[in-house]
């Protein structure tokens, strides 16, 4: 689970450092780049907690 924060707290950082170097240079692909790093963050974090809904709903024996 501590990964999983890790990442977060990476991908942040990231998206944090695009926007900022967007600001400070106007060049659009610091601003796609960021785009495309937060759309594939969000559908990981979706399918992570999609699993783990899933593993509380569907008993599955060990």
């Known amino acids: 689970m501590w990964v999983l924060r ?6 942040a950082i ?4 695009g ?4 600001f400070v240079t106007r060049d659009v692909r610091y601003l ?4 495309r790093l937060f759309r594939y963050a969000v559908i990981v974090a979706l399918v992570v907690f ?3 809904i899933l593993e ?3 008993v ?3």
């Open 50 to 52: 999609g699993l783990l």
């Open 60 to 62: 599955i024996p060990v």
């Open 32 to 35: 796609r780049f960021t785009w």
């Open 19 to 22: 926007v900022a170097l967007f």
């Open 14 to 17: 990231a998206v944090g450092s």
């Open 56 to 58: 509380r709903v569907a």
């Open 6 to 11: 890790l990442l977060g707290v990476l991908v």
